[in-house]
């Protein structure tokens, strides 16, 4: 539980010195012992998703029940089949998003869900997304593991009254550690050839939204996930398959 007096004279004393941080390897601890003092959270990951490329890195502390849960098994592929990565690639986002805000009920009995999540020992997640320049999403993942409650709406709150604060900070630190469009591996993944290929094939046959939807099913989203990432009705869905 936060100490409420005790956690904010702690984040402005963090966020005083990250505010004058030159060194970006600094400033990305400071920004993640800030969001520590806001809320109970178990582990934190700094990565960017991109279409052209497998995602990329900066910083993990999360304590995985298996390796299949760790962070080289999840940027070796399942990320691909993560709600957070679908919705970076697909939708408009800037802010904080929660895990069951961007997902339908059917998420929490996928084989995503009960294999990758558990493996990775997290039981709820909350990120911070924000667009980069390259095409890329900027992407600050908070979990929550098993042996404890899911993020409640006070947790939701909190982090939403810090979101400006922390945008301001994670932008700083991209801008000190890589170059615009220079971030991504050049490996590249099933996403960006499948949507190319779509693109091609159906460009004359089919709207922009329609290609979206094919996009969406090929690659194993539900009606109701598919609805859900491009909000539309899961009738829409349906007429466009």
């Known amino acids: 539980m936060i100490d409420t007096n005790n956690s904010f004279q702690k984040w ?12 970006s390897n ?3 601890q400071l920004i993640v012992e800030a969001i520590y003092t806001v809320s109970d959270i178990d582990s934190i990951s700094v990565m960017i998703y991109s279409k052209q490329a497998k995602p990329v890195c900066f910083f993990d502390n999360i304590k995985p029940a298996s390796f299949r849960g760790s962070i080289t098994n999840y940027i070796n ?9 679908r919705i970076a690639i697909t939708q408009p986002v800037c802010g904080l998003y929660s895990l069951r805000q961007i997902v339908t009920e059917e998420f929490w009995e996928s084989d995503h869900y009960n294999k990758f999540y558990k493996d990775t020992n997290m039981r709820d997640e909350l990120d911070f997304l924000y667009p980069i320049d390259g095409g890329g999403v900027l992407v600050l993942s908070m979990g929550r593991d098993f042996d404890h409650d899911m993020f409640g709406q ?3 709150e909190r982090l939403k009254v810090i979101e400006p604060v922390i945008k301001v ?4 630190y991209i801008k000190a550690t890589i170059e615009p469009g220079k971030a991504f591996s050049e490996t590249p993944i099933n996403y960006p050839s499948l949507q190319s290929a779509i693109d091609r094939e159906f460009a004359n046959l089919l709207t922009t939204r329609e290609r979206e939807v094919v996009f969406l099913v090929l ?3 539900s009606v109701k996930e598919s609805a859900k990432l ?4 899961p009738g829409t869905i349906k007429a466009h398959k």
């Open 154 to 156: 006070s947790d939701i």
């Open 169 to 172: 900070l994670l932008y700083k």
């Open 26 to 28: 600094d400033l990305l």
């Open 219 to 221: 690659n194993g989203c």
């Open 77 to 85: 592929g399942p990320y691909q089949d993560n709600p957070f990565y």
């Open 230 to 233: 491009l909000d539309i009705s």
């Open 12 to 23: 402005n004393e963090v966020i005083a010195e990250a505010v004058s941080c030159n060194d």
